[in-house]
């Protein structure tokens, strides 16, 4: 069946060092991820996106990349910083592109940021 | 734009009673999806709406769980009886028809 999990449960890095945390996905029909953060006692909030047909994307101090050969996803985090400090979730869509679909998250991991 | 709105925040009810929440999407969104979140179990889809429609209610646990959509800017998710394992935060997030989804701040519902 349709799964998404992740490697690490908790990641903990000193602030300034760079994070990469990783993430498995088993369904090859997917053809977009979406990795979002979540802090305490909030809802998850939007980092950064990417569709099957880019290995790699980038945005501020952040950048994803993708290997659908193994069918792994990655977020690195650049020059981590306390607020940084959140649960991070991997998220994949099987939907067709510009569809509306579910999307089926991974367990998260705590990723802690330590000054 | 104020972002998706969850009501209530905190909700604490007694085994056996009816439970609502309720959520207003971001305007202009036209999928709306329903969430719960458990130490357990993680984040799990309940049910998402696509233009007022429900599409996908496989997540539901069970018949004690119904969704609603009377209209674009407002959705129910209603449990009747409760039960403590129902315990749980619920989101719920919203699309404008892309995949990002917007998620509210939550209910964190406690079930004695």
């Known amino acids: 069946g349709e799964s998404v999990g992740l490697h690490l449960p908790t990641l903990s890095v000193q602030e300034g060092d760079n994070s990469i945390i990783n993430c498995a996905y088993s369904?090859?029909?997917?053809?977009?991820f979406i990795w979002y953060k979540q802090e305490s006692g909030k809802g998850p909030q939007f980092i950064i996106d990417?569709?099957?047909?880019?290995d790699k994307r980038q945005g501020q101090r952040v950048t994803v990349l993708l290997n659908k050969t193994v069918k792994h996803l990655s977020l690195q985090i650049a020059a981590t910083q306390p607020g940084d400090s959140a649960v991070y979730f991997c998220a994949e869509n099987t939907a067709p592109s510009g569809n509306t679909g579910k999307l089926i998250f991974g367990q998260g991991t705590t990723l802690q940021v330590k000054p | 734009d104020a972002g998706v709105i969850q009501s209530p925040r905190h909700e604490v009810t007694e085994m056996g009673q009816e439970v609502t929440l309720r959520c207003k999407p971001i305007s202009g969104h036209n999928s709306l999806f329903w969430y719960r979140q458990t130490m357990m179990r993680g984040l799990e889809l309940l049910i998402y709406f696509n233009n007022n429609v429900p599409i996908d209610d496989s997540g539901m646990p069970e018949d004690r769980f119904s969704a609603k959509m009377p209209n674009a800017s407002f959705s129910t998710l209603k449990i009747q009886p409760s039960e403590p394992r129902d315990s749980a935060v619920y989101f719920c997030?919203?699309?404008?028809?892309?995949?990002?989804?917007?998620f509210g701040p939550g209910t964190r519902l406690t079930v004695l």
């Open positions: 990417i569709r099957s047909n880019m």
């Open positions: 369904n090859s029909a997917s053809d977009y």
């Open positions: 997030a919203s699309s404008p028809g892309a995949n990002e989804q917007f």
